[in-house]
């Protein structure tokens, strides 16, 4: 069964910095996308950003875009989301997804949501 394993959330000043993890395991998948949605207390899940299945086509959210990167381990079915610069409007629990597609889909700026979804990791940002 498929599984994500999440890390790297906490308490961080604003101006600050986290990288979060996510390792998947017990997949058959040749080619898959993996991403990461963040919901705030109050509002729905939103996607942060997204990378494809081979690494080159990448999405952020406007809202994170030059202060979040995506990156990914093949060899590791791991992906990371590096985190600078971090504002207390990026307090939320962060979801890592797997999407059953190479590349995620991102339309008139609605994410699909992804197929798989880790356990959640909370980052606050607050001084």
């Known amino acids: 069964q498929l599984q994500l394993e999440e890390s790297g959330g906490g308490l961080v000043q604003p101006g600050g910095s986290l990288r979060l993890s996510c390792a998947a395991s017990?997949?058959?998948?040749?080619?898959?996308?993996m991403g990461w949605f963040r919901q705030a207390p109050g509002k729905k899940r939103e996607g942060v950003s997204c990378?494809?299945?081979?690494?080159?086509?990448?999405k952020y959210a406007d809202s994170v875009q030059g202060r979040f990167t995506i990156s990914k381990d093949n060899a590791k079915n791991t992906v990371y989301l590096q985190m600078r610069s971090l504002k207390p409007e990026d307090t939320g629990v962060y979801y890592c997804?797997?999407?059953?597609?190479?590349?995620?889909?991102?339309?008139?700026?609605?994410?699909?949501?992804?197929?798989?979804w880790g356990q959640g990791t909370q980052v606050t940002v607050s001084s």
């Open positions: 997804a797997f999407f059953l597609a190479p590349t995620c889909t991102v339309i008139a700026g609605r994410w699909v949501q992804g197929d798989y």
């Open positions: 017990g997949f058959t998948q040749d080619y898959f996308a």
């Open positions: 990378i494809s299945s081979t690494g080159d086509n990448i």
